[in-house]
């Protein structure tokens, strides 16, 4: 059977590539941005467990009606948004 005639001294080292190191600005997400984004899904939540359980004996949310629905939504989605700008 024929040997390789590849050994360790004849593959390339790659500490002959220039290479410069590029700084990243990663300062990371304010705490007040993660406290407003989890705040707006855990207030989006909440507001459809509240309207659930107790929605039509609370009277500014029973004249909301099916419209406490779309609020509740609406705070979840913006929080999710905001996980986009989470670093």
């Known amino acids: 059977m024929p ?3 590849v050994n360790r001294s004849s593959i390339p080292t790659t500490g002959s590539v220039n290479r410069t190191p590029v700084k990243i600005n990663s300062s990371g997400t ?3 941005y993660k406290v407003l984004m989890f705040g707006f899904m855990l207030l989006g939540l909440m507001w459809l467990v ?3 359980l107790a929605g039509p004996s609370i009277p500014f949310m029973a004249e909301l009606a099916q419209w406490n629905y779309a609020i509740g939504f609406a705070f979840l989605i913006v929080g999710l948004l905001m996980t986009m700008g989470w670093r």
Do not use: A, F, H, L
Request: hydrophobic share 35%.
């Open 50 to 52: 509240v309207n659930y």
């Open 3 to 5: 040997k390789s005639k």
């Open 30 to 32: 304010p705490m007040w």
